[in-house]
């Protein structure tokens, strides 16, 4: 008896390892990318005082307010470590405006990234809520250099999870991964 189940389950373990071997490399990094996509989680510091009281839940209903440009140390946009970080957000019920920025932002640009309305009143405004942040519950306390920040985007959950059947249904996966000379095609056609 205790042989038939070692092998069977040496037997299941090689075609696992088959089969996740077979996938390529690609196929696990966007699986590891649509994982870190879920969270926006760690400690908030800057160099000057800042404050960020802010509550926001499903991009319905949002209160508080939030003005922070410093660092996060955690994870964010398929970042983790230290990362360069802009939260500005106001909420006031239901009509909310945020701008998140982790790494590919402009510093010297306050404009930059767009900020998009949240709440029945926000969604109203000319900057629709990007596809990431539709169903997002972020959190954000800051006072003074250091504070805390949790976000989880409900939607990249459910394109975790069915992303192992190679469904994209955000379309986010080989993200950046076409090379310089590819984006120049592109950018030409």
């Not at 307010?65 to 360069?84: E, H, Q």
């Not at 972020?138 to 959950?157: D, L, Q, R, S, Y």
Request: hydrophobic letters at 40%; one cysteine or more.
């Amino acid at each position: 008896m205790r042989a038939k189940f070692g092998v069977s389950c040496v037997g299941r373990l090689m075609i696992l390892g088959v089969v996740l071997a077979s996938t390529g490399c690609a196929y696990t990094q966007n699986r590891g990318q649509d994982f870190t996509d879920i969270f926006d989680i760690g400690f908030t510091v800057s160099k000057k005082p800042q404050f960020s009281l802010y509550v926001g839940l499903f991009s319905t209903v949002s209160i508080g307010y939030s003005n922070f440009d410093g660092t996060l140390l955690g994870m964010a946009d398929r970042n983790y470590g230290v990362i360069d970080a802009r939260q500005n957000a106001a909420g006031l019920i239901l009509w909310g405006d945020e701008q998140f920025g982790y790494e590919g932002f402009d510093p010297e640009d306050p404009e930059s990234p767009a900020s998009w309305g949240v709440g029945p009143i926000g969604w109203s405004s000319e900057n629709p809520t990007p596809a990431p942040q539709v169903v997002n519950c972020p959190k954000m306390f800051h006072f003074g250099w250091v504070g805390f920040t949790a976000n989880c985007k409900w939607a990249e959950i459910g394109d975790f999870l069915v992303g192992w059947t190679t469904v994209d249904y955000m379309g986010d996966d080989d993200a950046g991964a076409a090379t310089e000379d590819e984006a120049a095609r592109l950018d030409a056609q």
